[in-house]
């Protein structure tokens, strides 16, 4: 799955979009059509988000042990980076293309 697979798949509204978001999406889309997708055979062998467990995931308790540090300070500002690109892509039109 590359940019240009991305591009190919997504249209041109995905011109304007760095090759990290497109394929993100097109992942995104992908993983939502489970076994029909071309993909899902790949997608298998990916962790699922419960695998995955970054701090921005943790519950309150867990994120308090992260006070003061500099995980806490990167995970505030990825949190609002992740924030900013995911209101950038509403107002293009993205929440309405894929699956909620």
Do not use: C, H, Y
């Not at 519950?59 to 924030?83: D, I, N, P």
């Amino acid at each position: 799955m590359t940019q240009a697979t991305a591009l190919a798949l997504l249209g041109s509204k995905a011109e304007d979009l760095d090759a990290e978001t497109a394929v993100a999406l097109l992942l995104i889309q992908e993983r939502a059509k489970g076994s029909e997708s071309e993909w899902s055979s790949w997608i298998q062998t990916l962790p699922s988000s419960e695998d995955l467990t970054p701090p921005f995931f943790w519950g309150a308790e867990e994120q308090k042990l992260l006070k003061g540090t500099s995980t806490e300070q990167a995970m505030e500002e990825l949190g609002e980076a992740l924030e900013n690109e995911f209101q950038q892509l509403k107002k293009q039109g993205w929440d309405e293309v894929l699956p909620s």
